[in-house]
Each structure stands twice: as structure tokens, then as C-alpha cells.
DNA sequence: GCCGTGACGATTC
DNA sequence: CGAATCGCCACGG
């Protein structure tokens, strides 16, 4: 009964839950399903997101704070401004500071 | 049930 | 810092 959901519904389940102004990685994610190894895996559920959903995809990136390809959003500019409106800061190298807003899914 | 795939992660040069 | 390499794991065919 609802056991029916697949590891991408449980991934976006867990982005949903990132605060605004805060960000997660896909190991972050994938750690917090129980598979720590399974990061790739998470981002392919983030690719498998359809354009336009509510999912705050753009809260998540990678160990690094590097963002997604061209690809997605958009460009990794428009996915750098939407998370600076929400007041995450970035280095001199455009990678989040992870230090002061990495979120971990509890 | 094997095979290819990939918005990752850590390490190494 | 940038590029390359290996490992890891869930999904679709």
C-alpha cells in the first residue's frame, strides 16, 4: 500500500524540504535515504524533473556548490540568481559557500 | 537478470 | 584550479 513510491519520489520528497535560502547536495540527499552512495542516482531524479514543477531543484548542487549544466533552469545563471534572491552567498569562484548554507536533510 | 546510463563524490596528477 | 579516473547505485529496456 503507498510502499509503491520509487527512489526519485523519496528524493524529491527530501528536495522539497530544503529551506529557502539554504542548499543541499545529492549525497546530502542520498545519504539521507539511506544511500550514501547513491548520489548519482539522486541526480538523476532531479534530471527526471519536469520544467515548471514547484521542486526547488535549484536548492540542490553538488558537493562543490557548483551548479547544474546549461541544460536546467535555464542556465547555471539563472539558477545562481534565483538562489542569491533567496540570500545564499557565493565565492569568488561562483560556487555556494556551503559553509554557511548547507542544509542537511535531518 | 544483465547492460548501459548519468544534474555525483573523492582522489590524484 | 582543471582534467582525468574509479566506484557506487537506482532506473529503463
Not at 59 to 82: C, I, K, T, Y
Amino acid at each position: 500500500m503507498g510502499t509503491t513510491e520509487t527512489f526519485f519520489e523519496r528524493v524529491w520528497g527530501v528536495a522539497a524540504k530544503v529551506p529557502r535560502g539554504k542548499v543541499t547536495t545529492y549525497g546530502a540527499i542520498a545519504r539521507a535515504l539511506g544511500s550514501p552512495g547513491a548520489a548519482r542516482t539522486v541526480g538523476w531524479a532531479m534530471r527526471a524533473v519536469p520544467a515548471g514543477s514547484r521542486l526547488p531543484c535549484h536548492r540542490v548542487v553538488n558537493a562543490a556548490g557548483d551548479m547544474s549544466p546549461e541544460e536546467a533552469f535555464g542556465g547555471r545563471d539563472v539558477q545562481r540568481s534565483l538562489l542569491e534572491s533567496e540570500g545564499v552567498a557565493f565565492d569568488i569562484r561562483g560556487h555556494v559557500d556551503m559553509k554557511r548554507h548547507l542544509w542537511i536533510p535531518s
